[in-house]
């Protein structure tokens, strides 16, 4: 299958705040009629947590080839997992990768001000 995505003919369908619901993801996708083969899935955080599927959701979202955004809901999993981890034994609990990264400001991408920092766990 052919992915035109950016630049292609085919759609860029953004989704965000699934929150483990599958069957209303799925849902959602047939209602849009999205097609592998010519749409571009996006999802922009918040894939995981207060729904009643959030592995399946995951699942869905690997086996579609979707891109994908952490949100506050994913980066709060990742964290407990390497706390658990940690307890064991088996990892640090302050990776470098999960600590506060700047984010552009308006200002920054014009020029102006440096980068505001992102609070871990930030929305």
């Given at each position: ?59 869905l979202a690997l ?61």
């Amino acid at each position: 299958s052919t992915r035109m995505g950016w630049g292609g003919d085919g759609r860029t369908i953004v989704v965000g705040d699934v929150h483990g619901c599958r069957e209303e993801l799925e849902q959602l996708l047939r209602a849009c009629r999205y097609s592998p083969d010519s749409d571009r899935l996006v999802f922009v955080g918040d894939l995981v947590a207060k729904g009643p599927d959030s592995p399946g959701v995951v699942r869905l979202a690997l086996s579609m080839g979707a891109e994908t955004v952490a949100g506050n809901h994913e980066l709060k999993v990742l964290e407990c997992g390497l706390r658990m981890m940690s307890l064991q034994g088996s990892a640090d609990p302050n990776p470098d990768h999960l600590q506060a990264s700047p984010l552009p400001t308006p200002d920054a991408a014009q020029g102006g001000a440096e980068a505001a920092p992102r609070a871990p766990g930030g929305a």
